[in-house]
């Protein structure tokens, strides 16, 4: 089993259907799912499954809200990201996330590997997204 770093090739497709609506207000929910090392997730990931999914204290099974940023342009670039997730006073093992549109059918956004088991015992598991710009955002088209 491995996770690897991914935009999932679903997501793509779904993004030319117009599938997903990444507004900050009035889009789609999307939710951030941890994993363990034995889940199996990169690019053929299609949507939210909960099997060797994280599981602990302040943990909760199909992960946690993301807040939108809304989507704008910078060049000939376009990006969206997320606020900063954080599962508070959590005790919990991950190896990796999985980014999903909670209001469309759970559908795979990407994969994202932390190269390594990341823990928190009884204290703050963050997740932080790197900056919303046309070279850092999390989804970028460009």
């Known amino acids: 089993m491995a996770i690897s770093q991914a935009m999932c090739t679903s997501f793509k497709q779904e993004l030319l259907e117009g599938k997903h609506n990444f507004l900050a207000s009035g889009g789609n929910s999307f939710k951030l799912a941890l994993y363990t090392s034995s889940a199996s997730l990169g690019a053929t990931t299609t949507a939210y499954s909960s099997s060797n999914e994280a599981s602990g204290t302040n943990y909760s099974a199909t992960g946690s809200a993301l807040t939108n940023v809304n989507p704008t342009t910078s060049g000939t670039t376009a990006f969206t990201d997320f606020a900063d997730l954080t599962f508070s006073t959590a005790t ?13 059918s759970n559908k795979a ?28 955002a999390i989804i970028r088209l460009a």
């Open 92 to 104: 919990v093992t991950a190896r990796g996330c999985l980014l999903y549109n909670s209001t469309n």
């Open 109 to 136: 956004l990407c994969t994202i590997d932390f190269g390594g088991d990341k823990t928190s015992t009884a204290g703050d598991f963050t997740i932080v997204f790197p900056s919303p710009t046309a070279t850092g």
